[in-house]
């Protein structure tokens, strides 16, 4: 942008891409002296995080620089349950069991700061002498249990999260039978959720030291940012939601919705896994609590709560060190020795309502039923992990699942085969490891996935057919996709993302050079010029801070092979160079959020191109702008002699072709007299090579174009709207700049690049003819 200052450092990665490319190579590189330097340990997994573990590695050399360096600072992960089980064993002896999840990986990789859990432990301990002893072995862990006694467990964890909250959340009403029970045990059950939620936040402020960050998680703390910024003001709160967050008209039917909408805003950063959500969250907020939603998130009297979407991601380097394991490796040959023959279909979901596993067994079914060659073929994997076995409504799914089960492989199975294997129980790492090494079930992320209506069992037995038909190199363009996608954006990088969010971690920028400010100030180069390269982001516009909270950022994550560029007067998302078709869907939801968004009032408009969606304020076009520029010359006086030769060459986006009608002189206003001293010869074209085989008539426009931004109304900074303000160039006419025009119809030439509607003069077919004609030009 204007004003800044560049300075051009070789090797500074230029792009998103590259620059968390670079950031895993040196997560790696500094791990090890990272985990020295914190009390001179070196955590390799979860269980040896918690456990205290230590690793010598031979780093003395590096961790004499520890006296150095300032202290780690301290973060306070709070949810619903530790990361570890506990049985008591006796009066003061406990057997903790580490329970790993998705959220240990990922807080894995934030090495700036020390982690600490809070926690329920799971287990009721009443007396005194057990609450003393369970803190002093989970203290060993880095872990700090929050103890509930049975009552407060069964109205706020059984009651209100699990019977109110998760069902409203996940679009699942309540059955018939217990709407009028839960009406009556509602006020009870959500008075039982805000005592929790004070009882964790004492647990909180208890072990709280100035300058920690805390980091609330999911459905059952939505009172806690309330009760700790009612503690300490100024503590740096973040809450992350690891649900669907439902739409305004289903949030409205909750009777507490106002209050734990405001409990939420007490926070300093919002965040939820897809932009659907935090769409959901602020129109919420809008509706019900007449709030003013923002582009950054959610505004109450002056206080910016931010909201933003962070896609979560897995541990893929400890996936793929895994594979190397011993046990892995003998899980993966018996495997293979099983189904020798067969191709594996593998499903790893908990045994839950929402999670579609008899939809998904229903579609196998009529696979099976419409394609008999692949009956002895194919086999399906479906292990459903265990969950809330004591609930009527689970062990009925159970039932359903077994008894969906048995009929299949009854009418499909022989003595020695079944399609299907249903296994009730959670598996440890290692098998599982195994079974994504076999199905390739880590590639099933990203571009490379098939999407299907999970409700439509037709359409499902379709993907499923093919996906088993699928050709060679489709796969592995696919797979090649997913692998990028999976192995870039990470667990970890999901967890320090948000903790920069929140104003922490110091997010790197790329530096540009003063080549590139003239580049995105003065040329478009979008699909004119350039071939494909290989990361097209390099040629983007000016850096910006925060793009992670904006919606291009979220889109850009989310396809493979796409770019964002943040030019002087727009901000564009290209995906010339990902899967088309998940490329189309993606800008068609993109377009769904833009047009219903916080944007949706502004003096902007959203431009959807031939692979691309760019945003930008009204009245900015590229006629408009040439238009600025000529009376800007003119103004100046710094032009001696008129313009008698024009060449307009691009592949334009529809708004931006008042350019080419710009420059017809039958369709512009009579220039003002100039003097033509001193003038220059026109360049001879050669017109007859570019109307050869390539060109077609001029295509009519349909009125006049009339400039824009000559008017004296101006589009004001921030982008939200007009105003009048002063402006330097207020003494030019409206078409002044066009004084300097002295053209012809024989000395004007307008060239579209891949278009077949144009308002051009000429169509050339690619870049490369672009290439060519430039060239006999120069040469002429």
Not at 290 to 319: C, M, N, Y
Not at 472 to 481: G, L, T
Request: hydrophobic content about 35%; overall charge neutral; proline content about 5%.
């Amino acid at each position: 942008m204007p004003g800044n200052k560049y300075s051009y450092i070789p090797g500074t990665p230029s792009t998103r891409l590259e620059r968390l490319l670079r950031e895993r190579e040196l997560r790696k590189l500094n791990k090890e002296v990272d985990q020295c330097l914190t009390d001179g340990d070196n955590w390799s997994s979860e269980e040896e995080i918690l456990q205290g573990v230590a690793v010598p590695r031979g780093l003395s050399d590096r961790c004499e620089r520890q006296e150095r360096r300032l202290p780690k600072q301290r973060l306070l992960v709070v949810a619903n349950r530790l990361p570890v089980s506990a049985v008591r064993r006796g009066e003061d002896s406990w057997a903790l069991e580490i329970s790993v999840g998705g959220l240990v990986s990922a807080l894995l990789g934030v090495n700036e700061f020390e982690a600490r859990w809070i926690g329920w432990a799971g287990v009721n301990v009443p007396d005194e002498i057990g609450q003393r002893t369970l803190t002093r072995a989970l203290a060993e862990k880095r872990c700090i249990p929050v103890f509930l006694d049975e009552e407060v467990v069964h109205q706020y964890y059984n009651g209100y999260c699990n019977n109110i909250l998760w069902p409203l959340f996940h679009y699942l009403g309540l059955p018939q039978e217990d709407r009028l029970a839960t009406t009556r045990s509602f006020q009870s059950q959500f008075d039982a959720y805000k005592k929790a939620n004070q009882m964790f936040a004492d647990v909180v402020n208890e072990h709280y030291q100035e300058g920690d960050i805390v980091w609330c998680h999911d459905y059952h703390l939505m009172f806690l940012p309330k009760c700790l910024k009612e503690y300490n003001s100024k503590m740096k709160v973040g809450w992350f939601l690891h649900t669907p967050f439902p739409s305004s008209e289903i949030h409205r039917t909750l009777p507490s919705r106002s209050e734990l909408l405001r409990s939420v805003l007490a926070a300093d950063l919002v965040g939820f896994h897809t932009y659907d959500y935090a769409r959901h969250f602020v129109s919420a907020c809008t509706r019900i609590l007449g709030l003013e939603g923002t582009p950054d998130g959610v505004e109450d009297q002056g206080k910016l709560t931010r909201v933003a979407a962070f896609p979560i991601g897995i541990d893929s380097d400890r996936f793929i060190r895994a594979l190397e394991l011993p046990q892995v490796q003998d899980h993966i040959k018996e495997l293979k020795e099983r189904f020798a023959g067969r191709k594996v279909m593998l499903g790893v979901d908990r045994l839950d309502m929402i999670k579609g596993i008899p939809q998904k067994i229903l579609a196998f079914e009529k696979f099976l039923e419409e394609n008999g060659d692949w009956r002895d073929k194919v086999v399906l994997l479906q292990i459903a992990v265990p969950t809330r076995t004591d609930v009527p409504e689970y062990q009925k799914l159970t039932c359903q699942v077994h008894e969906i089960v048995g009929r299949i492989n009854g009418r499909f199975g022989t003595l020695t085969t079944v399609p299907i294997h249903h296994l009730d129980r959670s598996l440890d790492f290692h098998a599982l490891c195994a079974l994504y090494a076999v199905t390739g079930a880590a590639q099933s992320l990203g571009a490379g996935a098939i999407l299907v209506n999970p409700w439509n069992i037709t359409e499902v037995s379709a993907s499923i057919g093919y996906a088993l038909n699928m050709p060679a190199d489709e796969r592995e363009k696919r797979h090649n996709h997913n692998f990028m996608h999976v192995t870039t954006h990470t667990s970890q990088e999901w967890a320090e993302t948000f903790v920069r969010c929140m104003g922490v971690l110091s997010s790197s920028s790329s530096s540009s050079s003063p080549n590139c400010r003239a580049l995105s100030n003065w040329q478009g180069f979008n699909a004119t010029l350039n071939s494909t390269i290989g990361c097209p982001g390099e040629k983007g516009g000016s850096d910006r801070t925060l793009l992670d909270e904006h919606v291009f950022e979220y889109f850009t994550e989310r396809t493979p092979r796409s770019h964002f560029e943040l030019r002087e007067t727009s901000l564009s998302w290209n995906y010339k160079y990902a899967d088309v078709e998940f490329g189309r869907l993606q800008a068609r939801d993109m377009l769904q959020h833009l047009w219903t968004g916080p944007i949706s009032n502004a003096s902007l408009d959203v431009i959807q191109g031939a692979r691309s969606v760019e945003v930008r304020a009204v009245g900015v076009t590229k006629g408009a702008a040439i238009d600025r520029i000529l009376g800007e010359i003119v103004h100046n006086r710094g032009m001696k002699a008129p313009i008698d030769y024009v060449l307009c060459i691009g592949h334009f986006l529809a708004k931006d072709e008042d350019i080419y009608t710009f420059f017809e002189p039958e369709l512009r206003p009579k220039p003002a007299a100039v003097a033509r001293t001193n003038m220059v010869s026109p360049i001879k074209s050669p017109k007859s090579k570019l109307s050869s085989g390539k060109s077609r008539p001029r295509a009519s426009p349909n009125k006049p174009h009339r400039p824009l931004l000559t008017l004296e109304k101006r589009i004001s900074n921030h982008g939200n709207g007009t105003s009048l303000q002063p402006n330097r160039f207020d003494s030019m006419s409206v078409h002044e700049g066009s004084s300097v025009l002295d053209l012809r119809g024989d000395n004007y030439f307008s060239c579209a690049v891949g278009r077949k509607r144009s308002n051009a003069r000429y169509l050339l077919g690619s870049s490369t003819d672009v290439v060519t004609l430039l060239k006999e030009l120069a040469e002429a």
